[in-house]
């Protein structure tokens, strides 16, 4: 078990750029993969990004070429630096650890302004 924090959300301006973080209580070299994950209003839970324990870096087609995914494995923490905001980018943020596990952190918030 592990316990995901995640921070960074916001209310911003379209165009503009967010950075959130996901720190765990433990190592994330245990993980085969960390991830990020999206839901918006009256919307199901989105796939946004991830990364992988060797670095290999995924991204959705919505979000590809704005939002970047890094980690700091020193720090056991994920960054999903998000540039060019838009609108539709609104939801609550989660970070996930490893595919298809129950490892949740408790989400925040992005809101992006038109």
């Known amino acids: 078990q592990v316990q995901l924090v995640e921070s960074g959300g916001g209310l911003v301006q379209a165009g503009g750029s967010l950075r959130l973080s996901c720190a765990a209580s433990?190592?994330?070299?245990?993980?085969?993969?960390m991830g990020w994950y999206r839901q918006a209003p009256a919307k199901q839970r989105e796939w946004v990004a991830d990364?992988?324990?060797?670095?290999?870096?995924n991204y959705a087609e919505s979000v590809k070429g704005r939002f970047i995914i890094t980690r700091d494995n020193a720090k056991n923490t994920v960054y999903l630096q998000m540039n060019s905001l838009k609108p539709e980018d609104t939801a609550v943020y989660y970070c996930?650890?490893?595919?298809?596990?129950?490892?949740w952190g408790q989400g925040t918030q992005v809101t992006v302004s038109s």
């Open positions: 996930r650890a490893g595919w298809g596990t129950s490892n």
């Open positions: 433990g190592s994330i070299n245990r993980f085969n993969a």
């Open positions: 990364i992988t324990k060797g670095g290999t870096t």
